[in-house]
């Protein structure tokens, strides 16, 4: 019996960025979908995706609004968001996600939260 690997989706409208998170979530396991925008991602669908990582200033609909369409249509997805603008980082906005990462962030750290927010999901389903 084999298990599938997790599907991992990043938003981020920063090409490089995408490019090197999908490179590490993938090394680590993980299929890993980019999306360049949230209405990319929202086209596709998130019925297969076990974890959502966000940048949140984005053209168009930021992470923020991307997070709180998620949680309305997957309440217990886990969704982390990246930002590079400290001043977004207010406690009171970045209720209902899993974790919040500053640009540059540790790829380590970020790939620990990704795990244990799928581990947390295996125990609560």
């Known amino acids: ?3 599938r690997r997790p599907v991992v989706a990043v938003v981020d409208d920063d090409p490089r960025l995408l490019e090197s998170l999908e ?3 993938e090394s680590a396991g ?6 360049s925008s949230a209405g990319s991602l929202v086209i596709s669908g998130l019925s297969d995706v076990d974890v959502l990582i966000t940048d949140i200033g984005m053209p168009g609909m930021d992470g923020f609004e991307l997070r709180d369409l998620v949680k309305r249509a997957r309440p217990n997805l886990p ?3 990246i930002t ?4 977004l980082a207010d406690q009171y ?3 209902g996600i899993s974790g919040f990462f500053r640009k540059p962030f540790d790829g380590q750290a970020l790939l620990v939260a990704v795990g244990d927010a799928l581990r947390n999901q295996e125990t609560e389903g």
Do not use: P
């Open 93 to 95: 906005r970045a209720k």
């Open 30 to 35: 993980y299929i890993a979908r980019g999306f």
């Open 79 to 81: 969704v982390f968001l």
């Open 23 to 25: 490179d590490l979530l």
């Open 1 to 3: 019996m084999s298990k």
């Open 84 to 87: 590079g603008r400290h001043e």
